[in-house]
């Protein structure tokens, strides 16, 4: 398998853990948020000086985006160390995807 086709397969990975993250923390939200109003509104005010409402509901969406994207670069670590020791583990390299 070409290299390119690997970092394809790789970055298609990275993308569906991603958007996987981000249904399952979407349906859980909207039970209990990441951060309370208090912060919300904190942080609001450091990014700007006179927040609107859309800045604090900015807020939650960078957080949301950042918890996503964390669990995604650790799910991502995970999936590729497990498919590399699979794969050192006696499967024939020209059988098995090495990502």
């Known amino acids: 398998m070409t290299p390119l086709v690997r970092r394809f397969l790789k970055t298609v990975l990275f993308i569906v853990l991603f958007c996987l993250f981000s249904w399952l923390d979407a349906s859980h939200l909207y039970t209990s948020p990441l951060i309370s109003n208090d912060t919300a509104i904190k942080v609001a005010h450091w990014l700007s000086s006179d927040p609107a409402p859309e800045d604090i509901y900015a807020v939650y969406d ?10 995604a670069i650790v799910g991502y670590i995970l999936v590729v160390k497990v498919v590399k ?3 050192s583990n006696g499967a024939p390299h020209d059988d098995f995807i090495i990502l």
Do not use: H
């Open 62 to 71: 960078y957080v949301v985006i950042g918890v996503n994207l964390i669990a």
């Open 85 to 87: 020791k699979c794969a």
